[in-house]
């Protein structure tokens, strides 16, 4: 259980996932709400917590996979012809990002999380209501170039931090 593991993973309990963003293949899954005031004076409407996943992992909903890691490599509109200029890392413009788009915006009040769970390698499952199950699976296939496999973080206070990559658990 993630209590023992991972207890700062329990911050997401009760939250809903509110927003879904990317750069490049690394995933970024916001809970709850906050606003932050970027280096410009920018205020930018964030999760409270944010789950950074640079590895495999894919959403079920009723046991079977609706969205994958890997459709990122798809283009958004798979009716339309071949796109010779397809460009994946172009936010919204494959698959996945269209998929999580949908998802967060036709289901935002139903997705809360009631339960997370980890192994001690790294693996979680987080159920969120409506019978959706999300799973980072480090050991499907990671990032290389990235750090952390995947990493938990605040965007509202300095505590709390945790992530998994190479080298186990990080915690700041």
């Known amino acids: ?3 023992n593991i991972f207890p700062e993973m329990q ?6 996932l509110t927003k ?3 750069l490049g293949h690394v995933q970024f899954f916001h809970f709850g709400k906050a606003h932050i005031m970027n280096a410009s004076g920018l205020i930018l409407d964030v999760g409270a917590w944010t789950l950074e996943v640079a590895c495999h992992w894919q ?5 079977e996979v609706t969205i994958r890691f890997e459709e990122v490599e798809i283009p958004g509109d798979t009716k339309a012809l071949a796109d010779p200029a397809f460009d994946p890392q172009v936010p919204g413009s494959n698959l996945r990002d269209r998929k999580l788009q949908e998802l967060v915006r036709d289901h935002k009040e139903t997705l809360r999380v009631w339960q997370v769970t980890a192994s001690p390698e790294g693996e979680l499952t987080i159920s969120l209501e409506g019978n959706r199950v999300l799973s980072i699976q480090p050991s499907q296939g990671i990032l290389e170039e990235s750090a952390y496999f995947w990493r938990l973080f605040s965007n509202s206070q300095t505590e709390g931090a945790v992530g998994f990559g190479a ?6």
Not at 11 to 16: K, R, V
Not at 167 to 172: A, E, I, K, P, S
């Open 167 to 172: 080298n186990g658990v990080l915690r700041v």
């Open 20 to 22: 879904t963003t990317r």
């Open 11 to 16: 911050h997401l309990l009760g939250l809903p």
């Open 59 to 63: 959403l079920q909903e009723a046991g």
């Open 1 to 3: 259980m993630s209590e």
